[in-house]
């Protein structure tokens, strides 16, 4: 098989023939459709998340089918289009997976990180963590919902059912798909973009954002809830001034830079700072049953498996409207 491989962070990926992996008994083999390139993806390859396997081969947004399954899988047969997402295994056994909380497991693996991921041809995963998809999903354009739309949902389920007006710092791929369920459920939507980055507030207007500005920029209006989308650690104290008493402030990515000094007045008022870990199975069952109800459609630019490190480039760069996402045949039309 076809394979983009991560030998050292700081470097680029390598294009490889390796052969196709054979599933435990756990696990299925998987024929890759399409793989999302995700923020988290980046962290990865820069060396900010320092445990990677090495090599690894990354990805963790991934619509595929089975095509094969361990002795012990009895509910994904070959021909299931199936989404692998970041959480790849739990223990099962630490306080937090029997709590509930199996996103905060102590011994977890992680798709694309800990274990190798969908930026091949073919990959195996847990058939646990694997969430069975709809023939709609079918295209490259889901790939992304595996974790920018997931991590986003999760995100926003931290909201405050009654929060009218959010803010989100960041419009890239999760929150150009959260938008949709947001305004959807009549919220209005703030959109901050990187200053002076005209092109993404025009994309965030196109996806229904009431405002859109720079990071910088003070709304019309004070918020009643913000999602910090973006790793830019001085958006917390921004977005707490932003936000009325009582306001949430979510900070939805694994990695974030430092954030700065500020003063307590800015959380008083009984405003709340909350990070949000990875995510859980019921996350998934819950996020693809909503969108049964709310229609979601992702913008992607696509590339071809062997163009990953221009896919990179180009994301890492702010150049990509929405989501990137690799295929591994024939490019379709973006979704």
């Not at 019921?282 to 049953?289: A, S, T, V």
């Amino acid at each position: 098989m076809r394979a983009m491989v991560l030998e050292k962070a700081g470097s680029a990926l390598v294009y490889k023939k390796m052969p196709v992996p054979e599933p435990a008994a756990a696990q299925v083999l998987i024929r890759v459709l399409a793989c999302g390139i995700c923020r988290t993806d980046l962290h990865i390859l820069d060396g900010e998340l320092d445990r990677p396997k090495l090599p690894l081969i990354p990805g963790h947004e991934i619509i595929g089918t089975v095509v094969k399954s361990g002795s012990e899988v009895r509910d994904l047969a070959p021909g299931l289009l199936v989404g692998v997402p970041w959480l790849g295994y739990t223990c099962g056994r630490c306080k937090y997976c029997l709590e509930g909380k199996e996103n905060l497991c102590d011994n977890p693996l992680f798709t694309g990180y800990t274990i190798d991921g969908g930026y091949a041809e073919y990959t195996v995963a847990d058939a646990r963590f694997c969430f069975a998809l709809d023939e709609s999903c079918r295209q490259p354009g889901s790939a992304p919902l595996l974790c920018a739309g997931l991590i986003g949902f999760r995100s926003y389920q931290m909201i405050a059912p009654g929060a009218k007006n959010i803010g989100l710092y960041g419009f890239g791929a999760a929150a150009h798909i959260l938008i949709q369920i947001a305004v959807a459920q009549d919220k209005k939507v703030f959109a901050f973009t990187r200053d002076g980055d005209i092109s993404a507030q025009e994309f965030a207007k196109k996806m229904g954002a009431f405002w859109t500005g720079g990071s910088k920029d003070n709304p019309p209006g004070i918020l009643d809830a913000a999602i910090i989308f973006a790793s830019a650690g001085e958006l917390v104290p921004k977005s707490l001034k932003d936000v009325d008493k009582g306001g949430q402030v979510i900070c939805g990515g694994i990695h974030m830079s430092a954030i700065p000094g500020f003063s307590y007045d800015l959380l008083w008022g009984e405003r709340s700072l909350k990070s949000v870990a990875n995510l859980t199975r019921q996350d998934g069952l819950d996020f693809f049953k909503l969108l049964k109800q709310v229609a979601v459609h992702t913008q992607t630019e696509l590339f071809r498996l062997g163009e990953a490190n221009e896919a990179i480039a180009r994301f890492r760069a702010g150049k990509i409207s929405g989501a990137a996402v690799l295929v591994m045949d024939e490019l379709p039309s973006s979704g």
